[in-house]
Antibody, heavy 119, light 109 residues
């Protein structure tokens, strides 16, 4: 069965970076991409971007360009999302989801990773 | 800045029918925006319901249907059950980028 298992909760100081992992299993990793989505407390879902696990090509939301870096490791079927220069506005639950490109769809989701930002 | 707009909240009676909509600030939503719909309950990850306007995932109950309605993407729930009370999000594609709507809180009362 398809599973996406994310890394555990993180507490970071303002200005620091966080790197969240998403380990996939149960399907051919390179046949799909990974989308990253975040959700601030009490707020809606926010699309951050996606990465092709085949080519490593990325597409970032405008808000995250230059500050988020999405990478993928085909050999361990793991995707990563690093966010730099954290502020309190980055405190959120971060989700990864399997992304089928044609047609575009996020079907299976990780359990989410809570990132807290506090001095 | 593209904005995707959903009704903030809707209320439906058990067994009833309700339609949620998803509008784009760029104009009419067409199939080329590949509308997706997700359900999220408190403390849980989102669950995919519909992709590419009207296609159900294998786990999506038949009472959920997607369509285009009056220039918007729409999600219709027929025969609503108590367990359908949740937040619902649409997601539209704009070339390589994607944008979520603000979500609709559906109350079953």
């Amino acid at each position: 069965q398809v599973q996406l298992v994310q890394s555990g909760a993180e507490v970071k100081k303002p200005g620091a970076s966080v790197k969240v992992s998403c380990k996939a299993s149960g399907y051919s990793f390179i046949d799909y991409g990974i989308t990253w989505v975040r959700q601030a407390p009490g707020q809606g879902l926010e699309w951050m971007g996606w990465i092709s696990n085949f080519s490593g090509k990325t597409n970032y939301g405008q808000k995250f360009q230059g500050r988020a870096t999405m990478t993928t490791d085909k050999y361990t079927s793991t995707a990563y999302m690093e966010l730099k220069n954290l502020t309190s506005d980055d405190a959120a639950v971060y989700y990864c989801a399997r992304f089928g490109v044609i047609p575009p769809r996020e079907d299976y989701w990780g359990q989410g990773t809570l990132v807290a930002v506090s001095s | 800045q593209t904005v995707v707009t959903q009704e903030p909240s809707l209320t439906v009676s058990p067994g009833g029918t309700v339609t949620l909509t998803c509008a784009s600030s760029t104009g009419a939503v067409t199939s080329g925006y590949f509308p997706n719909w997700f359900q999220q309950k408190p403390g849980q990850a989102p669950r995919a319901l519909i992709y590419s306007t009207s296609n159900r995932h294998s786990w999506t109950p038949a009472r959920f249907s997607g369509s285009l309605l009056g220039g918007k993407a729409a999600l219709t729930l027929s025969g609503v059950q108590a367990e359908d009370e949740a937040e619902y999000y649409c997601l539209l594609s704009y070339g390589g980028a994607r944008v979520f709507g603000g979500g609709t809180k559906l109350t079953v009362l």
